[in-house]
C-alpha cells in the first residue's frame, strides 16, 4: 500500500471508529508503529485527525473541556512531562522575584522543583502554600472561598487581594490552551483569579503539557500571545510559529 492509499485509510478508520490506537492502526495496515507514527504526525499536521498519546482521534470543530476533573485524578495524568516542565520553569526564578503560582497539578510540579528559597512566593493553592512552606520560602495566601475540586481559593475576595500586588514573574496552569481562543478554564471564579494575577506579572508564563493543546474551555482567561508557554514536545508544529511556546523534555 503506497502512502497516500494508507493515510486516507487511517482516516477512514479514525472517523469510522472516533479513535484508534498506534497498535491497532499497525495491525489493522499490516506495517510497523514507527511508519503509522509518522503517517499521524503528518496527517495531524494536515488537520485530517488529531494525534494523541498512543494513537488518533477523530477531528472535531471544536474539543471542549466543561468541569475540571478531580485533583487526585489530574495528578495522574502526564506526570512525566509535566515534571519536566516543572523543573525547567524553577530555573527561572531569581532570588529577588516575586513569584505568583497558580493551583494545578502541573504549577505544583514547578514547586516541587523550587529550590530558590530567597524569593517571594505568593500561591492561591493550599498544597502548594504547604509546600512552599516546608522549603523554608517565606509564602503569601489570599483569604477566599477554598475550592474543593482544585483545592484553590478563589472569590472575590481572592481577587481584591490579589490585585494589591505586583509580580516580576509568575506561572499559571490551564485546562485549554488554542491560539484563537487563548488560555481557558471552565469555572469562572477561578477564571477571575487567574486573569487578575496575570495582568498584574511582569513574566507570565503558563505551564501546560502538550494533550492541552487545541483545547477549549468555558472560559478565556488570557489571550495566547499573553504569556510564554512551557509544554512538552507537540504533535502541532504550528504552535512554535507563535514565538511564545518552549518545548522542554523532548524524545
Known sequence: MIAAERSDRIVEL???NGSMSLTDLAQELDTSESTIRRDLMRLHQQGRLRRVRGGAIKVTQAEFVVADATFAGRQELNMPQKRAIGAFAATLIGPSDFVFIDAGTTTECLVDAITETHA?????????????????????LPGGEIKQVTEALVGAETVNFIRRYHFTIGFWGTNGADLETGFTTPEFSEAAVKQIALEQTVRPYVLCDSSKFSQVS???FADFDRAHVITDELADRSYLQSGNVTEVGKR
Open 120 to 140: 517571594t512566593y505568593l500561591t492561591n493553592s493550599l498544597p502548594h502554600a504547604q509546600k512552599l512552606l516546608a522549603k523554608g520560602c517565606r509564602t503569601l
Open 14 to 16: 479514525v472517523n469510522l
Open 218 to 220: 468555558l472560559i478565556t
